[in-house]
């Protein structure tokens, strides 16, 4: 059986939004409230992918995900989980055009202060350098990457909102 193109990701966004919540997250099962950080996150990156691609994703959806985003971008993470997520909604705002560099200084502040040696081998610095980068910031991109290293294995837990 062939399906149309798009015909799949058209599904994915109408479950999107039927799965979106008032703060512009997205719960992790139907009927459900749970909510899983990286999760909303994630959805949040596919349907800003998906509207690149030219994929028809409506402007409310992104709009209300990207409150979402602000929120989590924002905020003062408890862990180091906490605020990998942080700098992946920073990014993911960046991409968007949004300049985010108070809330990079202060996460970039809080993450020296608290994980000093930890955060530097961790995707929170990858997220941090790419949006450092899609701000023309070359220089700080370059050097937070640099020192970045890759390959031992971390572990990926999530923060689980109720």
Same mark, same amino acid.
């Given at each position: 059986?062939?399906?149309?193109?798009?015909?799949?990701?058209?599904?994915?966004?109408?479950?999107?939004?039927?799965? +979106?919540?008032?703060?512009?997250?997205?719960?992790?099962?139907?009927?459900?409230?749970?909510?899983?950080?990286?999760?909303?996150? &994630?959805?949040?990156?596919?349907?800003?992918?998906?509207?690149?691609?030219?994929?028809?994703?409506?402007?409310?959806?992104?709009?209300?995900?990207?409150?979402?985003?602000?929120?989590?971008?924002?905020?003062?993470?408890?862990?180091?989980?906490?605020?990998?997520?942080?700098?992946?909604?920073? &990014?993911?705002?960046?991409?968007?055009? +949004?300049?985010?560099?108070?809330?990079?200084?202060?996460?970039?502040?809080?993450?020296?202060?608290? &994980?000093?040696?930890?955060?530097? +081998?961790?995707?929170?610095?990858?997220?941090?350098?790419?949006?450092?980068?899609?701000?023309? +910031?070359?220089?700080?991109?370059?050097?937070?990457?640099?020192?970045?290293?890759?390959?031992?294995?971390?572990?990926?837990?999530?923060?689980?909102?109720?």
């Amino acid at each position: 059986m062939r399906t149309e193109p798009g015909a799949d990701v058209a599904g994915l966004v109408s479950e999107l939004r039927a799965r +979106q919540n008032d703060a512009g997250a997205y719960k992790l099962w139907p009927g459900s409230e749970e909510l899983v950080e990286f999760v909303a996150l &994630y959805a949040q990156h596919f349907l800003l992918e998906a509207a690149e691609r030219g994929e028809a994703v409506p402007g409310d959806l992104i709009a209300n995900g990207n409150n979402f985003l602000r929120s989590v971008a924002a905020r003062d993470g408890n862990n180091l989980v906490d605020e990998r997520q942080t700098a992946y909604a920073i &990014y993911l705002l960046t991409r968007q055009g +949004q300049r985010m560099s108070t809330e990079i200084a202060a996460a970039r502040k809080r993450l020296e202060e608290r &994980y000093r040696g930890q955060w530097e +081998q961790d995707l929170t610095a990858a997220w941090l350098a790419a949006a450092l980068d899609l701000m023309r +910031q070359d220089r700080d991109a370059g050097q937070l990457i640099g020192r970045t290293r890759f390959g031992v294995a971390r572990s990926m837990t999530h923060t689980t909102i109720r």
